[in-house]
């Protein structure tokens, strides 16, 4: 190999040593009119743990929207901005938006460099998307992304078979599993909700619920448009 090479070969080696920031949880639930996402607030840089309560979920399109996000803060901050345009173009189809933002994301040449997946919801369907054209609608509501994503899921998916919790007090408890197994994910979960008129009762029981558990550390936020909507949320390298 020559010098030139030999050079490149040491600055990759040099690149691909440094610590990293690391993995997230991040589970998208919708199921009974209720669409709710949750993710972790730890932030891991190689072997040390740097933030606890970092904010990885959010609100789009007037609060209408709710989606989370693992991958870098600017690429995924970047996503939301084009996701934000083609709700607007679409009128607030859901579905529509993520097919054309999915498109785009896979084509365009810049785009297609981001690293991030996105899981987006509202009060009837859960998608999650990523930058090879990937738009997954789950056949049972239930999503997640992340190093904690099949704790998580694996957890939902028993919870919703064997109980009669709620969608906010399953995404709550998965989150709990998932933090207890994952060394990336902590129990510093942060919830934003959307829900049908008529679901609101059940709203109301998870907020009085969330109050009540001191096991975990909720941030619960439903309905409308979410003060720390406006708060770019912080967020770690692709998880690994």
């Given at each position: 190999?020559?010098r030139?090479?030999?050079?490149?070969?040491?600055?990759h080696?040099?690149?691909?040593?440094?610590p990293?920031?690391?993995?997230?949880t991040i589970?998208?639930?919708?199921?009974?009119?209720v669409?709710a996402?949750?993710?972790?607030?730890q932030?891991t840089y190689?072997?040390?743990?740097v933030k606890?309560?970092?904010?990885?979920?959010?609100r789009?399109?007037d609060?209408?929207?709710?989606?989370?996000?693992?991958?870098?803060?600017?690429?995924?901050?970047?996503?939301?901005?084009k996701?934000e345009?083609?709700?607007?173009?679409?009128?607030?189809?859901?579905?529509?938006?993520s097919?054309e933002l999915?498109?785009?994301?896979?084509?365009d040449?810049y785009?297609?460099?981001?690293?991030?997946q996105?899981i987006?919801?509202?009060?009837?369907?859960?998608?999650?998307?990523?930058?090879?054209?990937?738009?997954?609608?789950?056949d049972d509501?239930?999503?997640a992304?992340?190093?904690?994503?099949p704790?998580a899921?694996?957890?939902?998916?028993?919870?919703?078979?064997n109980?009669?919790?709620?969608?906010?007090?399953?995404?709550?408890?998965?989150?709990?599993?998932?933090?207890?197994?994952?060394?990336?994910?902590?129990a510093?979960?942060?919830v934003e909700?959307?829900?049908?008129?008529?679901?609101?009762?059940?709203?109301?029981?998870?907020?009085?619920?969330t109050?009540?558990?001191?096991?975990?550390n909720?941030q619960?936020?439903?309905?409308?448009t979410s003060?720390?909507a406006?708060?770019?949320?912080?967020m770690?390298?692709?998880?690994t």
């Open positions: 190999m020559n030139g090479g030999q050079a490149l070969y040491d600055e080696e040099s690149v691909r040593a440094r990293r920031l690391h993995g997230t589970l998208g639930i919708c199921r009974d009119g669409g996402i949750a993710g972790d607030g932030v190689g072997d040390m743990i606890h309560g970092a904010r990885k979920v959010r789009l399109h609060g209408e929207i709710v989606a989370g996000f693992a991958g870098a803060v600017a690429d995924a901050m970047t996503l939301f901005e996701f345009i083609q709700l607007r173009d679409n009128r607030g189809d859901l579905r529509r938006a097919i999915a498109r785009e994301w896979r084509t040449r785009l297609r460099r981001l690293e991030a996105l987006v919801g509202d009060a009837e369907q859960v998608y999650v998307l990523s930058g090879e054209g990937d738009v997954i609608q789950p509501g239930i999503v992304i992340g190093t904690g994503a704790y899921m694996a957890a939902a998916r028993a919870l919703v078979a109980t009669k919790l709620s969608t906010i007090e399953i995404v709550q408890e998965s989150m709990r599993i998932a933090s207890e197994l994952c060394v990336f994910t902590n510093h979960i942060i909700v959307v829900a049908l008129p008529e679901a609101a009762a059940q709203l109301d029981a998870a907020a009085a619920a109050q009540a558990d001191t096991s975990v909720v619960m936020t439903t309905g409308g003060e720390a406006d708060t770019p949320p912080d770690k390298e692709p998880a």
